[in-house]
């Protein structure tokens, strides 16, 4: 026996779609921002979105940017260094599923986009595990997924890592 399946959504499904639309409506800050389509896609998508803008920005710097062998998502080499880039658009950010470095990288690159700009932060590895042990990174859900909420304005224990685009090329080029 068969069973029809249906093609278009039931009426049940139809209003709790538009429900779940109405409820994610972005805050005022987005409406006239350039990152308002960016802001309700997947984390793969803003993934994507990050390594885009850090190669763009890697070869103003004049260094090349490319996939680090054996590895997927966003491990990148910059340069001659090993790079883990994360990306958010919460404020504060908040980077998620950081791991230690000895998982095999140099530097924590973290993104955090705002309705008009970006923050930067680039942490040098033995910081990052120093922020650990300060417990400033923390382990929020399993003890394998570290977490930080760094600040895009005043002083926090992020900030001596804070930078605008063009500090964040200036520093990529020295990995060459």
Avoid: N
Wanted: proline share 6%.
């Amino acid at each position: 026996m068969s069973v029809e399946v249906s093609v278009t959504f039931h009426s049940l499904e139809t209003e709790t779609i538009d429900d779940f639309h109405a409820s994610r409506q972005l805050g005022p800050e987005w409406i006239d921002s350039k990152l308002r389509d960016l802001v309700p896609t997947a984390p793969s998508t803003k993934a994507s979105f990050a390594r885009k803008l850090i190669a763009r920005l890697a070869e103003e710097a004049g260094v090349e940017f490319r996939s680090v062998e054996g590895r997927v998502g966003s491990r990148r080499r910059i340069g001659r260094a090993v790079c883990e880039i994360k990306f958010s658009t919460e404020d504060p950010a908040r980077f998620q599923q950081v791991r230690p470095p000895s998982d095999g990288y140099d530097y924590l690159i973290g993104v955090g986009a705002h309705p008009k700009d970006f923050v930067y932060w680039v942490i040098p590895a033995a910081e990052v595990q120093s922020l650990i042990e300060q417990r400033e990174i923390t382990y929020q859900h399993a003890e394998t997924s570290l977490w930080f909420f760094p600040e895009a304005t005043g002083t926090d224990p992020f900030s001596p890592y804070r930078l605008d685009a063009q500090a964040v090329i200036k520093k990529l080029g020295s990995f060459s």
